[in-house]
């Protein structure tokens, strides 16, 4: 019997991506034979309503000094995070004394550096090394480490309650310890705010390359409510977001600290009674939906290569490793992938090896088709590359995310 995460129900396989490796592990050759591998394999409680992993790497495999993702490398994240910190201050923040904000996940500091800038006590919890010195090299005060109920503890000794907790794209594998330990850190009258891809968007689009290693949960309002509920925190406003193909953004704070929104009940009747995303049958209609976008997706590659067009990846996404390994495509299809990220280039891709070769702004020259692995960032990357479809360049989908 496969235990759910959150509830310890039984819970139903929904579908097996196979063998899959650590989504970030980008690796240099001399590696590959060591690599990491688990089962990707997902499914939905029926009891708390939770979308989820069904095996879980270990975490260190996931998050150490060599973690390849940083947060201000998107012109159009960093900029999501700056409205996101000055609406905290000025919505939540600006009738307390002297408030203090805690981010976990605060990676390189991209949205406390706002609080850092206007002398607002903050601090970030980041469990990677590498990221969490560059956000301090910025001023930002971060503690590495895991969050958990222990390290809440040590947090409110040294620095009192929290105002206000945010948590934005991270994905804890240890929900339990990470709201018991949300429970005690914040004030009586504190605002948690936590910040996913949701559920919904992810299972219309079929945007399954949003399953990976670090998205142990793809939650909606169904299943916030119940983990939080567990520990006497209630969701009283919900705001939608666009970043990441469609996320939610959970307003929290403990039981009947704030009046519940309309916004609340409107998500609840949409899930429940518009989006049925309650119920098994809409996981099982996604499992063969992304069976048949694998099918069109090979398909189609395997039909540019035999027509002589030339195709490459554009940016060595999380997400890029799921689709890659998923449909089995390596550099027989896709022979390199561009990307931004020093980090990334010279290394190989996770699993398949593809190249990443360091983005040049002439990349598209004797480029036929890009396959465009980060789609949360298609607009910024449209505008940025207007000059390849000017030439005649064709953009790929990786899954049917923006339809
Ligand atoms: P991200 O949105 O963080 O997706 P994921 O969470 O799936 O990794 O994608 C960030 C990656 O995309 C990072 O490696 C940089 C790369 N990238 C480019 O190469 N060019 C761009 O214009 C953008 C926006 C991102």
Redesign the pocket.
Known sequence: MIQCKICNREIQLIISFGKMPIA?GFLNAEDFHQEYFFELACGFCEHCKTFQLLHQPDRSQMFHEQYA?YTA??K??SEHFEVMALNYIQHWLVTQKDPFVVELGSNDGTMLKHFTKRGIRHLGIEASQNVAEIAKKNGVETKCCFFNDTTAKEIQQSYGKADLISVANVHFSNMGEVARGIALLLKDDGIFVFENPYIGNVIQNVAYDQIYDEHSFIFGLNSVSYIFGCEELDVFHVETQETHGGSMRYYLCHKGAHNKRSSVTELLHQENDVLCLNRMEIYRTFAKNCERQKQELVALLKKLKAEGKSVVG??????STTVLNYCGMGPELIPCI????PI?QGKYSPGMHIPIKP?TIDWYKKVDCAILF?W??AK??FD?ESEFTKNGGQWILSTSCLQ
Do not use: L, V
């Open positions: 970030n993702f490398t998107s159009h994240m554009y940016a060595a996404t999380a997400k561009y990307d931004t990220t990334k983005y980060a949360n960032h910024e990357i940025k």
